[in-house]
């Protein structure tokens, strides 16, 4: 099974509402990261949050992290229409040799 | 700097052809992985090189599927021969440490 699932597994959201996207894993973790991907190109990374920190912040992006619920949430405030994408969150834990395991994804569309 | 490049970013074969896919990672970095994205689901760790050295290679599906990166700069991942399901997006993606992981664009291979 998926080391990091996500819900839901798809939004939709007018322009400048928040959107909030939840991240579940299963292992330890050294750190935990969120990246989007436009349709049709690469994975491009937004912020990584180590496993002992409870948040994080970066522009309009909070990230909260609680280790022992084993989960994060990605909080994307007063979206816009270019926030379209697919949103994954991947764990790095001692226990899968710290490679990135990615869940299935939020697909995210924001209506303008 | 130049970041992660693949090559090509498309690729249309036969069913019982070879395709090689390549990646350069970003100069500098020792870790290099591959990863699949399948009909949308999940991304798949296929494997990780750390150097030339194949460091976890656990996500392979099968054998006729082959990754190199002589010299421990650029790498390829062959499939030979190639088959439906192996159609998808081919990730790779370069690390330094246990940092975040930057991504290329992707080959979308199609089998047909």
């Known amino acids: 099974s998926q080391q990091g699932e996500e819900d839901p597994q798809a939004l939709s959201i007018q322009e400048g509402e928040n959107a909030t996207m939840n991240c579940s894993y299963k292992?330890?973790?050294?750190?935990l990261q969120w990246y989007r991907q436009n349709s049709g190109r690469g994975l491009v990374h937004l912020i990584l949050?180590?496993?002992?920190?409870r948040e994080k912040h970066s522009g309009r992006l909070r990230v909260t992290l609680d280790t022992s619920k084993k989960s994060s949430s990605l909080l994307i405030t007063a979206s816009r229409a270019a926030d379209t994408a697919s949103y994954f969150c991947?764990?790095?834990?001692?226990?899968?040799?710290?490679?990135?395991?990615f869940g299935a994804g939020t697909i995210l569309r924001v209506k303008s | 700097e130049a970041g992660v490049t693949q090559f090509p970013s498309h690729s249309v074969i036969e069913k019982g052809q070879t395709v090689t896919l390549r990646c350069d990672p970003i100069s500098g970095h020792d870790n290099l992985y591959w990863y699949r994205r399948v009909m949308g689901k999940e991304i798949k760790f296929l494997l990780h090189f750390v150097k030339e050295s194949k460091q976890d290679e656990s996500g392979m599906p099968n054998n006729r599927f082959l990754a190199e990166r002589t010299g421990g700069t650029y790498s390829t991942l062959k499939v030979q021969p190639a088959e439906l399901e192996d159609s998808g997006v081919y990730f790779c993606a370069s690390s330094q440490g246990g940092g975040k992981a930057f991504f290329g664009q992707g080959t979308r291979l199609t089998v047909v």
């Open positions: 991947a764990t790095a834990s001692p226990e899968y040799g710290n490679k990135l395991v």
């Open positions: 292992t330890s973790i050294n750190n």
């Open positions: 949050i180590r496993s002992n920190e």
